[in-house]
């Protein structure tokens, strides 16, 4: 056998994980952008139900941008549109968005509302 062929040694190409590293992590995220669709439902930030967005508007044409709760005048993308008596009261879903029991109320009535309904449906089961 011939002496003068020599074996090649295989090198190892090493690889970096970017998911392990932080700064390769970092950037990654940066090359990988994901598109961000726009949607009218962020900008008022209201629940998405079909036909939620006609009768917020309805319900702005008749009371105006005036919390129901403080009284107190909003820009109107700043009031949420709220269910006087809960959703969860009605058997039928389409009785509860009726125009007489909807209101528009500023975040922090809406927010205290929610709790104080949420209190009360935790006493009911």
């Known amino acids: 056998m011939p002496d003068d062929i020599k074996a090649k040694k295989l090198r190892m190409k090493t690889w970096h994980n970017p998911y392990t590293e932080e700064e390769e992590v970092g950037k990654e995220k940066e090359r990988i952008q994901r598109e961000s669709l726009f949607s009218y439902q962020t900008i008022h ?34 009031l949420q549109m709220d269910h006087i008596t809960l959703r969860t009261r009605f058997k039928d879903k389409t009785e509860a968005d009726r125009m007489d029991n909807l209101q528009l109320l500023c975040t922090p009535c809406h927010r205290a509302k929610t709790k104080t309904d949420l209190k009360v449906l935790s006493r009911m089961r």
């Open 45 to 78: 930030g209201q629940e998405s139900r079909p036909g939620g967005m006609d009768l917020r508007e309805e319900i702005l044409l008749r009371d105006g941008p005036i919390c129901a709760n403080c009284g107190e005048t909003f820009h109107p993308s700043e």
